[in-house]
Nanobody
Framework: QLVESGGGLVQPGGSLRLSCAVS????????MGWFREAPGKEREFVAA????????YYADSVKGRFTISRDVAKDTFDLQMNSLRPEDTAVYYC???????????????WGQGTLVTVSA
């Protein structure tokens, strides 16, 4: 089971930190990732991290602004979002067992999503 938290309303230029708690049969040793789905758009990859945090991956649109991290001992992983823009508005989903196939990131197990709204 994956449970996201930390979404909300923030002004442009502001920051939010999303967290995903991993429990039950979902292993925290999977590669983990964040995806987002804006209104009227397809779900897209945001960031991913290997099980030990040794490798990080980001979509070009969030590089330099977002940081993914994980705490294996606590079975959580976070997405720190800085310098937020209105175009970052979306439902954000955490995913376990993400894979990179054919030049595209794919989610495995999904959380229920948390809404992030960037607006003045």
């Amino acid at each position: 089971q994956l449970v996201e938290s930390g979404g909300g309303l923030v002004q442009p230029g502001g920051s939010l930190r999303l967290s995903c708690a991993v429990s039950g049969r979902t292993s925290s040793l999977y590669p983990m990732g964040w995806f987002r789905e804006a209104p009227g758009k397809e779900r897209e990859f945001v960031a991913a991290i290997t099980w030990n945090g040794g490798s990080l991956y980001y979509a070009d649109s969030v590089k330099g602004r977002f940081t993914i991290s994980r705490d294996v001992a606590k079975d959580t992983f976070d997405l720190q979002m800085n310098s937020l823009r209105p175009e970052d508005t979306a439902v954000y989903y955490c995913s376990a067992d993400v894979t990179y196939i054919g030049g595209t990131w794919h989610g495995g197990y999904w959380g229920q999503g948390t809404l992030v709204t960037v607006s003045a």
